[in-house]
């Protein structure tokens, strides 16, 4: 399985545009790069996923170069409620995968 | 959708005492995953199922044991209770697709104090 490696922590006002990198460089031709927020006493929630280039949704856009040894959360314009823990994960594209998840990135967004 | 459902959401352990985790998804997912979250880290995982009757061990599997009868039900059998199982478990389903990777869909767990 691919290690990953991010940033611990993170601070951000509200308002303010987050970016968060993660680091893959074994990351193989199969594997999908996966975020997942966390708020304390709640399970992992998934936020997005791709395989190369730019993914959006509603919430986060990930960025991933060609090489896709790196990839970036963006998280637009944050607010206190997007708080939280995030985790970088990288899986096989496959039916299931058994995630690895490292310490993630506590973002803390202050007024 | 109650999507994935976990009980007792506390519970306190003696050493040596066994209990059994219940988790259960009412999406008809065929993939099943139970991890392990201590303070501080990342969730580990325990086991893993990709459909009735088929089990596999995870990570940290010593000190558990799953079954998988059904399609909706996976818990997960602690037998002597030891003080390095306390933590916070977490059940997951995920579907399964025929590209691209899965979503994981995490209950929302159960606090276990092993005393």
């Known amino acids: 399985l691919a290690k990953t490696t991010q940033p611990i922590s993170m601070d951000s006002y509200e308002g303010q545009e987050v970016n968060i990198t993660c680091s893959h460089n074994?990351?193989?031709?199969?594997?999908?790069i996966t975020w997942y927020q966390q708020f304390p006493s709640q399970g992992p929630r998934f936020i997005i996923q791709g395989y190369k280039t730019k993914v959006t949704n509603e919430v986060a856009s990930l960025f991933i170069p060609a090489d896709r040894k790196s990839s970036t959360l963006s998280l637009p314009r944050v607010s206190l409620s997007d708080t939280a823990v995030y985790y970088c994960l990288v899986a096989m594209n496959s039916g299931y995968s058994t995630l690895t998840f490292g310490k993630g990135t506590m973002l803390l967004v202050s007024p | 959708n109650a999507g994935v459902t976990q009980t007792p959401k506390f519970r306190i352990l003696k050493i040596g005492q066994s209990m059994t985790l219940q988790c259960a998804q009412d999406m008809n997912h065929n993939y099943m995953y139970w991890y392990r979250q201590d303070p501080g880290m990342g969730l580990k995982l325990i086991y893993y199922s990709v459909g009735a009757g088929i089990t596999d061990k995870g990570e940290v599997p010593n000190g558990y044991n799953v079954s998988r009868s059904t399609t909706e039900d996976f818990p997960l059998r602690l037998e002597l209770a030891a003080p390095s199982q306390t933590s916070v478990y977490f059940c997951?389903?995920?579907?399964?697709?025929?590209?691209?990777?899965?979503?994981?869909?995490f209950g929302p767990g159960t606090r276990l104090t092993v005393l």
């Open positions: 997951a389903s995920s579907q399964q697709v025929t590209s691209g990777g899965s979503e994981q869909f």
């Open positions: 074994n990351i193989a031709t199969n594997d999908y």
